[in-house]
């Protein structure tokens, strides 16, 4: 007997997403969070782990993922037209208690020239990414 794909769809579900940029979507179980966190890459997870062990030293605080920076607002144009915002979605931020200043993390594989251009309008408003 031969199934169709379309039946496989109904019985599994949509099939895997494929990685971006075929890097491996490893997971890390948080015990402090009590759930299996998901990461982009194994770089970004090691990065994570890092970061967790500095704030149990008591190095740094507040660790946030995946926040996302309002580079410029959504607008409607002169002709009608709705333009959608544009968004930079950082890996990390976290509060680094030697400092005392917010960091806002990038863990990069490789630059994308999206990245490039998003790098430098951020820039230019006063807002520097550190890339790991």
Do not use: C
Not at 4 to 16: F, H, Q
């Amino acid at each position: 007997m031969r199934i169709s794909e379309e039946d496989l769809r109904r019985i599994y579900g949509k099939p895997p997403k494929k990685a971006k940029y075929n890097n491996k979507k490893p997971e890390y179980y948080d015990p402090a969070l009590k759930e299996t966190i998901k990461f982009d890459s194994e770089k970004e997870r090691d990065y994570y782990l890092i970061l967790k062990d500095r704030a149990k030293k008591g190095e740094l605080k507040d660790i946030r993922r995946q926040v996302t920076i309002e580079i410029q607002p959504a607008f409607t144009a002169v002709t009608g037209e709705r333009i959608q915002a544009i968004n930079y979605k950082a890996d990390f931020v976290y509060y680094d208690l030697k400092d005392g200043r917010e960091h806002i993390v990038d863990v990069k594989g490789f630059k994308t020239e999206i990245y490039k251009l998003k790098y430098k309008l951020l820039l230019y408003k006063g807002i520097v990414i550190e890339e790991v």
